[in-house]
Structures are given as structure tokens and as C-alpha cells.
């Protein structure tokens, strides 16, 4: 079974940290590009960082740009989202993907793991 599993969410107060894993079961993720989305209450789900599988180059949305990063660990089969600096605005359910190639769009992902709440706040 393919499955996708996210951790390392929680509550920490604005300007701290948290490391999210996405991590794979029963495929290899080398050969995947791997998004990271997220999902506020009555907003929609949006793209925050992706990796691609071939060269391992990364893309970042302009609110995230300079306190995210994104990286792979293949032999571990995980992807990992290092989140700094965080605001309140922040705070959604963070989402990994796996597909073909990276891109902003839920279509361009194949396999979605269910998600880890993020809550920015003092």
C-alpha cells in the first residue's frame, strides 16, 4: 500500500521553529518529486515548497521564501520541510504529495499523506 505520513507538527510561538517529515511507505520516493501544501480554515489548499526528483532543485512560494526549507533524505525515504521563523499566518494543516513533477498544482500530485496541524501563537 502507498502511503504517505506526515509528523512534527504542533504549537510553537511565533518566531520559533518546527521540522515536518513526510515520510513514504511502499514506494521509493527517489523518483518523485514531493510538495509540501497547506490548508487554513475557509482558505484553500496552497502550495508551499516542492522538490524535484532528478536534480534535487527546489521551489519556495514568495510568503515562505527565506524561512522554509525543503529537502530529501532517500535513504531514509523522507522529505522534510525545516520551517523557521514562523508567524501566525503560518498556521494551517501542512500537507505532503508525491508526483511525476513539481508544480503549484493539486493535480500535479499523485499521492497525499493526511496531514499535520501547524498552530503559530503566543
Known amino acids: 500500500q502507498l502511503q504517505l505520513v506526515e509528523s512534527g507538527g504542533g504549537l510553537v510561538q511565533p518566531g520559533g521553529s518546527l521540522r515536518l517529515s513526510c515520510a513514504a511507505s511502499?514506494?521509493?520516493?527517489?523518483?518523485?518529486?514531493i510538495g509540501w501544501f497547506r490548508q487554513a480554515p475557509g482558505k484553500e489548499r496552497e502550495g508551499v515548497s516542492c522538490?524535484?526528483?532528478?536534480?534535487?532543485?527546489?521551489y519556495y512560494a514568495d510568503s515562505v521564501k527565506g524561512r522554509f526549507t525543503i529537502s530529501r533524505d532517500n535513504a531514509k525515504n523522507t522529505v522534510y520541510l525545516q520551517m523557521n521563523s514562523l508567524k501566525p499566518e503560518d498556521t494551517a494543516v501542512y500537507y505532503c504529495?508525491?508526483?511525476?513533477?513539481?508544480?503549484w498544482g493539486l493535480g500535479d500530485y499523485d499521492y497525499w499523506g493526511q496531514g499535520t496541524q501547524v498552530t503559530v501563537s503566543s
Open positions: 511502499g514506494f521509493t520516493l527517489d523518483y518523485y518529486a
Open positions: 504529495a508525491a508526483g511525476p513533477h513539481t508544480g
Open positions: 522538490i524535484s526528483s532528478s536534480d534535487g532543485s527546489t
